[in-house]
């Protein structure tokens, strides 16, 4: 079994690799991909395969390969303030990384049809938010979800600007996919063994695009032999936010902007990560096949004739010898999180500062 990029040794390894073989083309999605890591969503006893560009699947939850949900991170076109419809949302880990660029001010709604798979869900969006440095490095939308089959979304649901599905179309599904779309807005979902992109472009107008070949299992078909009635699918209201959370988000806002002209006075630089200081094998090559995990078997990029002329060999890429030394020499800080550490610094109640750096009662 095989993927698309060689397998990396921790997350920033694996965006390297994915970046490379241009799977990853744009700063922000990156940037959304390095903020998560991929093995939080993972079983702990599964864990050494998180970095693999392999499907994972253990009971009910399941996750896509990278380089799938690389294409389809791109192929969202995703920005503050928009909508978003995830269907089969599964472990959230994508839900999560569309949040981070969404920003407070948009919409993440997920389906999902398994109870289980929504507590798993929900579990690790509660500890992406109570311990990821990343989550107080941007404007989350948090997502949420509901159990159900997307096949059987009440009518009456509103339209979004960007909605993926994570399981293989049915052409008789096509229209009712396309229905779920605002004119302008986004679909992503795998359709007769392709990974395609449908833009619409007016009221009865689309574009179409081919991304990638894939074989994703199919969407499961409703049941209604126990009562003969559709189960219809509320999604959750779009609601206003609260005066309170404006509040929050204004003054999280505020202090940001404060901690980074401080570090602009400092350094004048900024706030930066903290270096990586490891030795980085980069294999640059453009794979025909990927090969899946489960009933995700097989995938192959589409052609593009511009690859033709940009077939290029496996290369090392290898730091100097005189900068590796240096390197073993010196050891990255621990990364600070600074908002965190000014707002517990701040002459605030406790419960002010809890509420300001977004931990939830229980």
């Not at 998180?50 to 699947?57: C, E, F, G, H, I």
């Not at 202090?255 to 570090?263: C, F, G, L, S, T």
């Not at 090969?291 to 496996?314: G, H, Q, T, Y």
Request: aromatic share 8%; net charge negative; charged share 30%.
């Amino acid at each position: 079994m095989g993927g698309a990029v060689s397998a990396g040794e921790d997350n920033d390894e694996l965006i390297d690799n994915l970046k490379e073989a241009q799977y990853i083309r744009t700063e922000l999605v990156e940037q959304a991909f390095r903020a998560i890591d991929r093995a939080d969503y993972y079983l702990e006893e599964f864990k050494d395969n998180a970095y693999k560009d392999l499907a994972w699947k253990h009971g009910n939850i399941h996750l896509s390969a990278p380089c799938i949900y690389s294409e389809v991170m791109e192929a969202l076109d995703l920005q503050p303030g928009l909508s978003f419809l995830n269907l089969g949302s599964g472990t959230g880990y994508l839900s999560s990384m569309v949040g981070l660029i969404l920003g407070p001010f948009g919409v993440n709604h997920g389906v999902e049809l398994h109870s289980d798979v929504i507590e798993y869900a929900k579990q690790k969006l509660d500890f992406f938010i109570k311990t990821s440095d990343s989550f107080d490095k941007f404007e989350f939308c948090e997502p949420s979800f509901v159990t159900g089959n997307c096949l059987e979304i009440s009518p009456d649901c509103t339209q979004y600007d960007r909605v993926y599905c994570g399981a293989g179309v049915q052409k008789e599904h096509e229209d009712y996919m396309k229905s779920l779309l605002k004119v302008g807005g986004i679909l992503v979902m795998p359709l007769e063994e392709k990974l395609t992109k449908i833009t619409r472009t007016g009221p009865s107008a689309w574009e179409t695009k081919k991304i990638l070949a894939v074989s994703f299992a199919p969407l499961i078909q409703p049941n209604h032999e126990d009562s003969g009635k559709s189960r219809l699918v509320h999604l959750p209201p779009v609601a206003v936010r609260s005066l309170q959370d404006l509040a929050r988000i204004a003054i999280r806002g505020t202090i940001k902007k404060i901690i980074h002209q401080e570090a602009m006075s400092k350094t004048g630089n900024g706030l930066k990560n903290p270096p990586r200081f490891k030795r980085r094998r980069v294999r640059r090559r453009r794979m025909e096949t990927i090969v899946f995990l489960d009933k995700e078997v097989f995938a192959s990029r589409i052609s593009n004739p511009s690859d033709d002329n940009n077939n290029s060999e496996d290369i090392e890429e290898e730091r100097p010898e005189e900068e590796e030394t240096k390197a073993s020499e010196l050891k990255p800080d621990p990364p600070v999180n600074f908002l965190r550490e000014k707002v517990l610094s701040l002459p605030l109640p406790d419960p002010l500062k809890y509420y300001l750096l977004y931990y939830r009662e229980k």
